[in-house]
């Protein structure tokens, strides 16, 4: 099926682990995203990558980061994560660059203790 | 003032009536404007969006546009109880030296049967 596959689902985590959360998706989308969502603040821009081997900073990327070796790959990096970053993370990929028009993968929840 | 603003609600809505969700925007030169979905729990979905001045219509959805007083609405006719949803709002705007998707924090829609 095709789309955004992302993992975990779901996770506890340490305050000072480090955790890596994966992206997959199969459309050849060139543009992909990572947000956060947390209640009454709407789904703040992470880190972007407009094409493979590049990546790009947005509102909040203190903390997080991200590589794109492939077109289809794009996992985002928390090194020592905070209770703060407790939150649900949504990746995203859009086949028209320059627009709005964006595909979600399901998100994954993380929990830091 | 927040670059994308929307009433969180939530909007309760008889069904079979009309739903009005509203946004304004605090970026003049905005030229793309979105509207998504978000069941709860799930991630969010495109349902609309409108580029230039006016309505646009997708079966029992209507988008409408004001530049000039810089607000997007999104109208749902005949609303069902599977309309219930918080709805976002995205502008594609200019932000520090960069264009990106500015959301809004949604509006949480309920139809009561």
């Known amino acids: 099926i095709a789309g955004i596959t992302q993992a975990p689902t779901s996770q506890i985590l340490a305050a000072g682990r480090r955790m890596t959360l994966r992206c997959t998706q199969d459309?050849?989308?060139?543009?992909m995203y990572w947000y956060r969502q947390d209640l009454g603040l709407g789904l703040r821009l992470i880190h972007y990558?407009?094409?493979?081997?590049?990546?790009g900073k947005g509102e909040v990327p203190d903390g997080y980061s991200v590589s794109r070796a492939n077109t289809d790959d794009f996992p985002l990096t928390l090194a020592s994560a905070v209770p703060s970053q407790t939150s649900v993370y949504f990746c995203?990929?859009?086949?028209?660059?320059?627009?709005?028009?964006?595909?979600f993968g399901e998100g994954s929840r993380l929990t830091v203790l | 003032q927040k670059e994308v603003e929307q009433n969180s609600g939530p909007l309760s809505v008889p069904e079979g009536a009309i739903a009005s969700l509203n946004c304004t925007y605090s970026?003049?030169?905005?030229?793309?404007f979105f509207w998504y979905r978000q069941y709860s729990g799930k991630s969010p979905e495109l349902i609309m969006f409108?580029?230039s001045n006016g309505d646009k219509e997708d079966g029992r959805f209507t988008a409408q546009l004001n530049k000039a007083s810089q607000y997007v609405s999104l109208l749902i006719r005949d609303s069902q109880p599977s309309d219930s949803a918080t709805y976002l709002c995205?502008?594609?705007?200019?932000?520090?030296?960069?264009?990106?998707?500015?959301w809004g924090a949604g509006t949480k829609l309920i139809i009561k049967p």
């Open positions: 990558s407009n094409t493979a081997g590049t990546t």
């Open positions: 970026d003049r030169g905005s030229q793309s």
């Open positions: 409108i580029y």
């Open positions: 995203a990929s859009t086949g028209t660059p320059g627009t709005g028009e964006l595909f």
């Open positions: 459309m050849r989308h060139n543009a």
């Open positions: 995205a502008v594609w705007a200019r932000k520090d030296s960069n264009y990106q998707l500015i």
